[in-house]
């Protein structure tokens, strides 16, 4: 079982590190943090997108599995960001939900990995748009189940409730679950855009799949990018007990 959390973006060594340290301890087995971020609009409130920290958030990433032994997850969009995570040894990359069809660069990670890393995992997010078979058929680009995570984050669907972003497509990840030897986790962070759901969502995700992934901040309204969607210290805390409890309590 999978309980990948921290910041959506790394912000700082400081907060890279104080967000891990925290995460870590309530039995958190990934950190994840974006360094390549990016946002909807070019021009958000009349300021330039916040593009992420770049080549200096992926030097962080490896300062966190330096000092803390645990294995980092960052997001990458183009071939020259893969190679980057790959030169920092950064343990798993992730494909976010806006490139699953970018066959292009699926198959520059995937020569990648098998020149370099044969056994190493990939995180591929489900397009908001994608079927689960055109998911599937993305990460047998990535050269398949042995390798790939398949990451459910919500899709576009009929319902424009403004609160919410998406809809987490559990029949999609029982399916997965059902029919086929992928692992899956279940991101309620992006599949919400609401931090009084995740914790809901979280529960549901893990009667049903192998994990979650959450956005996690010490003080989530400072986030530069999802501040919405992420959730505090104590409400991690919470979850990671019902990780490690069971969704029913201790058995
Ligand atoms: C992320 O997890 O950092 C991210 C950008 O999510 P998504 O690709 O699901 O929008
Ligand atoms: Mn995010």
């Excluded at 590190?17 to 971020?37: D, P, Y």
């Excluded at 790959?86 to 699953?100: E, P, T």
């Excluded at 078979?133 to 990535?142: K, V």
Aim: charged share 25%.
């Amino acid at each position: 079982m999978f309980l990948m959390a921290g910041p959506c973006g790394v912000e700082s060594r400081d907060q890279a590190f104080r967000i891990a340290e925290f995460v870590q301890r309530q039995g958190a087995t990934h950190f994840r943090g974006g360094a390549f971020k990016g946002q909807n609009r070019p021009i958000v409130n009349g300021k330039p997108e916040y593009l992420g920290l770049g080549e200096e958030g992926v030097e962080i990433l490896a300062k966190v599995q330096d000092e803390f032994k645990i294995p980092c997850v960052c997001d990458v969009q183009s071939k020259e960001q893969a190679y980057l995570v790959a030169k920092y040894n950064i343990k798993i990359m992730m494909v976010g939900a806006r490139n699953m069809d970018n066959l292009c660069l699926l198959r520059d990670i995937r020569y990648l990995y098998d020149k370099y890393n044969p056994s190493g995992q990939i995180i591929l997010k489900r397009g908001p748009s994608a079927t689960v078979d055109e998911w599937i058929g993305a990460a047998e680009h990535l050269g398949g189940e042995d390798r790939v995570v398949l990451c459910e984050r919500g899709i576009s669907s009929f319902d424009r409730t403004p609160q919410t972003r998406w809809r987490l497509d559990f029949v999609g990840v029982a399916h997965v679950k059902k029919y086929t030897n992928y692992r899956i986790i279940v991101d309620p962070s992006h599949g919400s855009g609401d931090r009084e759901l995740v914790s809901l969502l979280s529960k549901a995700a893990l009667a049903i799949s192998d994990g979650i992934m959450v956005e996690v901040h010490y003080d989530p309204d400072s986030s530069p990018t999802d501040p919405k969607q992420t959730i505090d210290f104590d409400t991690f805390k919470e979850i990671a007990r019902i990780y490690k409890e069971g969704i029913y309590g201790r058995k």
